[in-house]
């Protein structure tokens, strides 16, 4: 019983253009969103949060999108570079369930 | 002046022994985790302590064991290891009420 799915194990872009990670959720509970990025053989790195009371949250290249009544959030990356090819896990938390992960989704940037 | 660190980095062992890994944070947080990352790839949690009591136990084997002798350490000791058991195991930690958890590099866990 995935609570939080991503349902493309991997994506290919650009160096330069725009690469859109999706995320659904399932527990109408959840009111917290993060985005860790993974680089082989380290463990996961926080990159991006949001609280469901917000729509959008923007950190520099990296901006999460949450869409609550779809149960559905995105990550974009704007310009993708390089350096940005890695596992990207969505993650989610609320009410009494700890954070649950999704299973990831590998980003490739290709230059 | 790492903020997570775990020991050690891979364990290979044969079915049956007991195995410790041990987790440090130096970030002053109060709560720590373990997750598994299975075969599938999914990160689970397993335990949660916050000042060195359990609050979050995810129905794991009795075979594990965790041990937080302080709030900067959360030690995970396994007995009687299995085949199943193989996978990479992540230590985190947060303040506590804060979701932002930061995790350690993994200990890869190999059992003949």
């Known amino acids: 019983d995935q609570q939080v799915k991503q349902n493309s194990p991997s994506l290919s872009v650009q160096e330069g253009r725009i690469s859109i990670l999706n995320c659904d959720y399932t527990?109408?509970?959840?009111?917290?969103f993060l985005w860790y990025k993974k680089y082989p053989a380290e463990g996961p790195t926080f990159l991006i949060s949001i609280s469901s009371i917000k729509d959008k949250n923007e950190d520099g290249r990296f901006t999460v999108f949450l869409n609550k009544s779809a149960k559905h959030l995105s990550l974009h990356i704007v310009p993708s570079q390089p350096g940005d090819s890695a596992v990207y896990f969505c993650a989610a938390s609320g009410g009494n369930t700890p954070l649950v992960f999704g299973k990831g989704t590998r980003l490739s940037v290709i230059a | 002046d790492t903020a997570v660190s775990q020991t050690p980095k891979y364990l290979v062992t044969q079915m049956g022994n007991d195995k410790s890994i041990k987790c440090e944070q130096n970030l002053g947080h109060d709560t720590m985790y373990w997750y598994k990352q299975d075969s599938k790839k999914f990160l689970k949690i397993m335990f949660s302590?916050?000042?060195?009591?359990?609050?979050i136990n995810e129905t794991v084997p009795n075979r594990f064991s965790p041990k937080s002798p302080d709030k900067a350490h959360l030690n995970l000791h396994i007995n009687s290891l299995e085949l199943g058991d193989s996978a990479v195991y992540f230590c985190?930690?947060?303040?506590?009420?804060?979701?932002?958890?930061?995790f350690g590099p993994g200990t890869r866990l190999l059992v003949l």
């Open positions: 527990n109408s509970m959840f009111d917290y």
């Open positions: 985190a930690s947060s303040q506590f009420g804060r979701e932002t958890q930061y």
């Open positions: 302590y916050n000042n060195k009591e359990l609050i």
